[in-house]
């Protein structure tokens, strides 16, 4: 990124922010009324869109079925037009499938699939649009949806990104700062018991750092777990009123 500061001499970002400060964050619950559980978020200009369907029967080969919890089954893709690059981006490509997995792995730790034997759960995320933090747009989403679903979960699972810029650590990165060349890793956490649910780091990184890193990830995960809170508790309250309890 030549000739492009990321952070300036007084302390501010590209778009204003401090470095541990967070983009805004927007969300609704309950978008799709055939859906099981279904969430739109915002974070900056990156927009996810999750959907969940189940605990249902396994579908497809019986070979999936676990005996003792549910198969979690996650399926990730971004929409043509959710970059500056038009190009079409088939949902069996590595990079779709590498973040399919990476969900699978985080709510499989958060989720009780223990309540649910020999079913499955089926999370749909789309990125409707990218600037940064596409990973942790998801598992933010999927968190609203999946508890609109009334599936039962460890805690929230909240997940942030965070990187160096001139050995500062900044939070919440945007795509500027992710492509900016420096180190960069998206944690998932389960805020309340402090439990890593998943850990992602693309570059590498002494490690005289990397507490310094997870300390600035950790503190944005917490942070995102108060504004999901309270997306779930609005929520909460409008169904309530719409239905008179």
């Known amino acids: 990124m030549a000739g492009l500061e990321l952070l300036s001499d007084q302390g501010y970002r590209l778009d204003g922010r401090k470095a541990a400060e967070l983009r805004k964050v927007q969300a609704r619950m309950g978008v799709f009324a055939q859906a099981d559980g279904s969430a739109y978020i915002e974070q900056g200009n990156t927009k996810a869109l999750a959907v969940v369907y189940g605990p249902h ?14 198969v979690i089954n996650c399926q990730y893709s971004m929409a043509t037009f959710s970059t500056a690059e038009r190009k079409r981006r088939p949902h069996g490509d590595r990079k779709s499938t590498e973040m399919s997995l990476h969900l699978k792995q985080t709510f499989e730790a958060a989720v009780l699939t223990n309540l649910y034997p020999r079913s499955q759960i089926d999370i749909y995320v789309k990125i409707l649009q990218s600037d940064g933090g596409n ?40 795509h500027a700062e992710e492509s900016g060349g420096g180190t960069s890793l998206a944690l998932a956490l389960l805020p309340r018991g402090g439990h890593i649910a998943l850990l992602q780091m693309d570059a590498r990184l002494h490690q005289d750092h990397l507490e310094t890193l997870m300390e600035a990830a950790m503190t944005a995960c917490k ?23």
């Open 223 to 245: 942070g995102v777990s108060k504004v999901l809170d309270e997306v779930v508790r609005q929520h909460l309250q409008v169904v309530s009123a719409l239905t008179g309890e």
């Open 135 to 174: 990973y942790s747009a998801c598992v933010n989403a999927a968190t609203l949806a999946v508890v609109d679903a009334g599936i039962p979960m460890r805690d929230y699972v909240c997940a942030c990104t965070a990187g160096f810029v001139d050995e500062t650590p900044l939070a919440d990165l945007c």
């Open 57 to 70: 029967e396994v579908r497809g080969s019986r070979s999936k079925t676990l005996h003792d919890r549910a």
